[in-house]
Every structure is written in C-alpha cells, then in structure tokens.
C-alpha cells in the first residue's frame, strides 16, 4: 500500500476511478425484502437480475486515521413504482459521518436514525450532503435514464452494519408518482430494537 500522498483522477464520463479501484456489483437480487411489489421483484430477478448499481473504492487500510471513498453509481430504472436505489446501511461504527457530493444524474440520500428521526436531501450535480453521525444512508436513483454518480468519502475505521436495513428496512419509500417522486410511508418498516441506558 503506497504511504506517501497521491492523486487519482476521476473519470465521470465513464464513471470510474482508473488504476486505484476496487469495484463491487449489486444486483436487485441483493434487495429483497426492501421494495414493496414482491412479485414485480421476483419477476424482474428471474428475467436476469438487473444490476442496479456499482461501486468504484479508492484501496485504502480499513482504520482510523484513514479515509475510504469512491464513485457509487446507481442505474435507473424502478420495481413496481420504487426507484433503483442501494441496500442503505448504518455504519457499524455509529459515531462515524460520511460526505457525498453529486458529480451526475438526479437523486435523493434517504436518511433515518436509530431515534425515530428522517430526512431526505437531494443529489444533483455540484450538490453535496453531509450525513451526520448516526444516521442510516440509502442512494435513490429518481431519473428514469440517467445514472445517479456521487463520490462519497467516510472514515477509515466506520464499518457497515447492513443487517438492521434488511431486517426493518427505511421509514420511507421512494415512489414515482404522477411524473414525480413522493416521500410514502413505508408499512413494513419496524422500530430497530432500543438500547435501554
Ligand atoms: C460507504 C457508503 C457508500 C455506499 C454505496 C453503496 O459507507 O455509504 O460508499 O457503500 O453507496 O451502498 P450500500 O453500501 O448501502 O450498498
Ligand atoms: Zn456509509
């Protein structure tokens, strides 16, 4: 691992970081269980499992003092009238914040926390969101052609916590509604487990 500064550049076009990146694949079928149109998800899984989006990492030692980033791209395309988005997680390190900045397309960072808070912030290019510590973060893609490009950067040491999005999924569901996008209430979202002090 080289220890001296560096530079990468960062190919938008082609969205990818050239000569320094690790890049992981999702497809839908990593999402089950998070869009509300079982069937439309189980038939678009059977005809060939889109892939809904890819990450492009900057290698970096996974620990304090370090920090990760990279390109999240996510396609567009939608599950019933839910917009492709990511997985979404808490990172395991709760304390830990995260930057995004929009370099391409049109989206939301949906974001909750462990408190029973919510909010959405919007990606457009030149837009950046700062996630404050403990707050889970989900990427939605809101165009219907266009891909969703943000370059995100976090904390060497955070960590990902996937399993409590599986398990309670977000308050909100992000649905495509008369030529636009809505903030619903999500049905089969549950309270994650509270820590009593
Ligand atoms: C890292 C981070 C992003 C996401 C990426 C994919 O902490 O928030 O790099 O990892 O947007 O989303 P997930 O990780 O939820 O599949
Ligand atoms: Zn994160």
Redesign the pocket.
Same mark, same amino acid.
Request: glycine residues 10%.
């Given at each position: 691992m080289k220890e001296r500064p560096f530079g990468f550049e960062i190919d938008i076009a082609d969205a990818a970081i050239p000569a320094r990146d690790r890049c992981m694949q #999702?497809r839908l079928s990593a999402l089950r269980g998070q869009y509300q149109d079982t069937a439309g998800f189980d038939h678009m899984v059977e005809q060939g499992d889109p892939l809904i989006?890819e990450?492009h990492e900057v290698l970096r030692p996974e620990s304090s003092g370090e920090l990760l980033s =990279?390109l /999240?791209i996510v396609h567009p395309g939608r599950v019933g009238d839910e917009y492709f988005m990511?997985? =979404?997680?808490y990172?395991s390190v709760r304390g830990t914040a995260?930057i995004y900045y929009c370099l391409k397309g049109h989206g939301l960072l949906l974001m909750e926390n462990e408190d029973g808070d919510w909010t959405a912030e919007e990606f457009r290019p030149g837009r950046a969101v700062y996630v404050t510590p403990n707050y889970a %973060? #989900? /990427?939605v893609n809101l165009s219907l052609n266009e891909d969703l490009v943000t370059f995100?950067v976090?904390p060497g040491h955070?960590g %990902?916590d996937y399993a409590t999005i599986e398990s309670n999924g977000f308050r909100k569901r992000v649905v495509h509604r008369d030529g636009t996008f809505e903030l619903i209430d999500n049905p089969a979202w549950s309270a994650p487990a509270q820590v009593s002090a």
């Amino acid at each position: 691992m080289k220890e001296r500064p560096f530079g990468f550049e960062i190919d938008i076009a082609d969205a990818a970081i050239p000569a320094r990146d690790r890049c992981m694949q #999702r497809r839908l079928s990593a999402l089950r269980g998070q869009y509300q149109d079982t069937a439309g998800f189980d038939h678009m899984v059977e005809q060939g499992d889109p892939l809904i989006y890819e990450v492009h990492e900057v290698l970096r030692p996974e620990s304090s003092g370090e920090l990760l980033s =990279g390109l /999240s791209i996510v396609h567009p395309g939608r599950v019933g009238d839910e917009y492709f988005m990511t997985k =979404g997680h808490y990172h395991s390190v709760r304390g830990t914040a995260e930057i995004y900045y929009c370099l391409k397309g049109h989206g939301l960072l949906l974001m909750e926390n462990e408190d029973g808070d919510w909010t959405a912030e919007e990606f457009r290019p030149g837009r950046a969101v700062y996630v404050t510590p403990n707050y889970a %973060h #989900r /990427s939605v893609n809101l165009s219907l052609n266009e891909d969703l490009v943000t370059f995100f950067v976090y904390p060497g040491h955070a960590g %990902h916590d996937y399993a409590t999005i599986e398990s309670n999924g977000f308050r909100k569901r992000v649905v495509h509604r008369d030529g636009t996008f809505e903030l619903i209430d999500n049905p089969a979202w549950s309270a994650p487990a509270q820590v009593s002090a």
